[in-house]
Every structure is written in structure tokens, then in C-alpha cells.
Nanobody, 125 residues
Framework: QVQLQESGGGFVQAGDSLRLSCVAS????????MGWFRQAPGKERELVAS????????YYIDSVKGRFTISRDRGKNTLYLQMNSLKPEDTAVYYC??????????????????WGQGTQVTVSS
């Protein structure tokens, strides 16, 4: 079973950039879709971006299009989220997640069967 470990969160100013990383271990990801989710205080967890490991098909929610980029490094078994032009409303705990069936709907949270522990991103105005 795949295990996920995020890193890269922090405290930044509006307009700054951060790159989140998620290292996957314990399995091969060729059949997986991977996603970055976030959860702000008092809000539901939401998908931010996703990618299919084999084909690199990407999906973004509208609020991050043009600012965030999801990518993966096969050799390092690592998923990334490059976040540019950060805004205070991006403040949340960010989670890496894995769906072992890449063909399923990306936006259904329950399709993602493995989750990392989360990393805090705080954007100050």
C-alpha cells in the first residue's frame, strides 16, 4: 500500500511562492491519479489539482489556474505542487492523496484511498 509524506509548507507573504512535495513509498504509481487537496479552518476539504501518474493529465480548480502547477517525478516517486502568486485565501492545510484507479472521477474525495498527514500553508497579507 502506498504511503505518502508531504513537505514544503510554511508561512509566506502574499505574492510569494512555495513548492510542496509528496514522496510516495510502498508501491508503484503507474495506475494512480494523484491529487493535492486543501482544508481551511471551518471549511470542507477541497481538491486543488490532480494528475494521472502515467499520462500527466492535469486538472485544476478555477481559483488556482495560472498560479499553481502540479507535476510529478517518476524517478523520485514524488509529486509536486508549485504555488505562485499566493493569496491569503490559499491559507490551509494541504494534503497529498492517491487514487489507485486513475480513470475514476478526480473530484470525488472518497476515490482517494491514501492520504498524507498534511502540511500547513499560511499566507499573510
Amino acid at each position: 500500500q502506498v504511503q505518502l509524506q508531504e513537505s514544503g509548507g510554511g508561512f509566506v507573504q502574499a505574492g510569494d511562492s512555495l513548492r510542496l512535495s509528496c514522496v510516495a513509498s510502498g508501491g508503484t504509481l503507474s495506475q494512480y491519479a494523484m491529487g493535492w487537496f486543501r482544508q481551511a479552518p471551518g471549511k470542507e476539504r477541497e481538491l486543488v489539482a490532480s494528475i494521472t501518474w502515467a499520462y500527466e493529465d492535469t486538472y485544476y480548480i478555477d481559483s488556482v489556474k495560472g498560479r499553481f502547477t502540479i507535476s510529478r517525478d517518476r524517478g523520485k516517486n514524488t509529486l509536486y505542487l508549485q504555488m505562485n502568486s499566493l493569496k491569503p485565501e490559499d491559507t490551509a492545510v494541504y494534503y497529498c492523496a492517491a487514487d489507485p484507479k486513475w480513470y475514476r472521477s478526480r473530484i470525488v474525495l472518497t476515490n482517494y484511498e491514501q492520504w498524507g498527514q498534511g502540511t500547513q500553508v499560511t499566507v499573510s497579507s
